[in-house]
């Protein structure tokens, strides 16, 4: 059960102190040919960057009837194709390698997870180089086609973790909102400076397993980074939970953060 000072700030969900000097956006008149990417990145192992990636594209995919894309850049973990129940034949990594290296893509690029989601995640793998522009096409090959790209960066490590930080038009930091989580979170995120382009949420999800840090300090650190914080309550591990029962708990906040892509 969320603690009640969390319930308290859903109600603001997405706060930002830049509020008053954001001119209001005008209105569509044209869907846009590039789709946002979305970074998704822990602030520290099992932060909950998988799942967060993951529900956060689905909750997309619901709202629009354009696809939405959900990968990740490979590695040990398999975390995101855990996450969706499909596996696809390639890493955003390996599949970039294939098409640079002009290799048949035997078995498409993407697993179908319904609803209008598209997965290009791996079971677990060794990490794979990859030349900087062949991952940045793949990128914007990826933008074109979908509505929304998201990207599992999990804990940023690899190289083509970087790139898809510095690619990306929005980055979710994701953390255990514990005051172990902060702590850790905070020494993370010196590593990284802000972009300026590229919009940034602070992700603090519920973990009943840690002491609660204090609102105000996950605010600071959200404030450090002209960032809005958004509060997601506790989600069961989607090994075992449906995403569509996930989404009953959560999809309200991830909503949020959905809109904050739309902005
Ligand atoms: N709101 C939440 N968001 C993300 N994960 C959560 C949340 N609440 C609880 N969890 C749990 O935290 C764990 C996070 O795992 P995972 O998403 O694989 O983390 P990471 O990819 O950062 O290593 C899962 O067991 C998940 O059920
Ligand atoms: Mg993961």
Redesign the pocket.
Known sequence: MSPPQLREERAVDVERDDERDVAPAPAPTARPTTGPLLAVA?L????????????TARQAARADDRPVLVCDTGGP?G??A??ARVVAPRSLPRAAAAIAAHQPLGGGLFADAGGGLRVMASAPEAPVAVERPAAARVLADARAAHRLTVV?C??PSEPIDHQVLDDASHLAW?L?ATTGGLRRAQRTLDLFATLPGRREVL?A???AAGATAPIAALKALAAQRHAPLLL????????E?SPDAALDL?GE?LQALVAEMWR
């Open positions: 822990g520290c192992g099992g932060a909950g960057a998988s799942t967060i990636a993951f529900l973990t975390g995101l855990a996450c599992d999990g804990v994701v255990p992700v999800r519920h973990d997601v309550p506790h989600i069961p591990d989607l090994a939970e959560a906040a």
